[in-house]
């Protein structure tokens, strides 16, 4: 049973770039979240997608975009990179019909460089 | 504003004894409290996780404790592994509808052989 799968998994990138993630949602999971995570810091929010629609947001600028497909994988895109924008970039899939207290299924990440 | 706090960066244990991750949050709106686990070059992994209703629940050797009155929340190990080596991160979300994970910035737990 696949879990979630990210790619790629590292990435480096120049300031002012744009850059674009990949997430594949676990089987039978219809709802993708995006979270990034710092060094040193927890993962925080960034959005979440059901229904190929933008869901809930976190506190991001407009720069962060994503968007989900049908078949529920999703990507996420940060336009005029930052330096700060240097971080872990986790995937999170679940299903809609079950709250978040069962835990969501995490992918291993994206590692983005911005130099 | 960090909503969710884990005040200890790090924590060592014997193998065998007890291992407490602790947790403090600002936010009272917080529905349910849950525990990941992270090994290096993986996402996080859940644990356990508790009501807001509840004060208490076990899966195995892993307890977590809820004191609402305090807004503190903590994670019970026993007894604990080598295996259990890893970064403990607590998180809350608001429950269905509002399902965003809040973080903390995570325990690291060493266990001794």
């Known amino acids: 049973d696949a879990g979630v799968t990210q790619s790629p998994t590292h990435l480096i990138k120049t300031r002012g770039q744009q850059v674009t993630l990949r997430c594949s949602p676990k089987?039978?999971?219809?709802?993708v979240s995006w979270y990034q995570q710092a060094l040193g810091q927890g993962p925080q929010f960034i959005f979440q997608?059901?229904?190929?629609?933008?869901?809930q947001r976190g506190n991001f600028p407009d720069r962060f975009s994503g968007h989900q497909f049908p078949n529920y994988s999703s990507e996420l895109n940060v336009n005029a990179l930052l330096l700060g924008d240097s971080a872990l970039y986790l995937c999170?899939?679940?299903?809609?019909?079950?709250?978040?207290?069962?835990?969501?299924?995490f992918g291993s990440g994206t590692r983005l460089t911005v130099v | 504003d960090q909503q969710v706090k884990q005040n200890s960066p790090s924590l060592s244990v014997q193998e065998g004894r007890i291992s407490i991750l602790n947790c403090d949050y600002t936010?009272?709106?917080?529905?349910?409290f849950l525990w990941y686990k992270k090994y290096p070059a993986e996402g996080p992994t859940f644990l356990i996780s508790?009501?807001?209703?509840?004060d208490k629940n076990e899966d195995g050797r892993f307890t977590v404790f809820l004191n609402k009155s305090a807004k503190h929340l903590s994670l019970h190990i026993v007894p604990s592994q080598p295996g259990d080596s890893a970064v403990y991160f607590c998180?809350?979300?608001?429950?269905?509808?509002?399902?965003?994970?809040?973080f903390g910035t995570g325990t690291r737990l060493t266990i001794i052989p």
């Open positions: 999170a899939s679940s299903l809609a019909t079950v709250t978040s207290h069962y835990g969501y299924t």
């Open positions: 089987s039978g999971h219809d709802t």
């Open positions: 997608y059901y229904e190929e629609e933008e869901r």
């Open positions: 936010n009272s709106m917080f529905d349910y």
């Open positions: 508790i009501s807001s209703i509840k």
């Open positions: 998180a809350a979300s608001g429950g269905f509808g509002n399902e965003k994970l809040t």
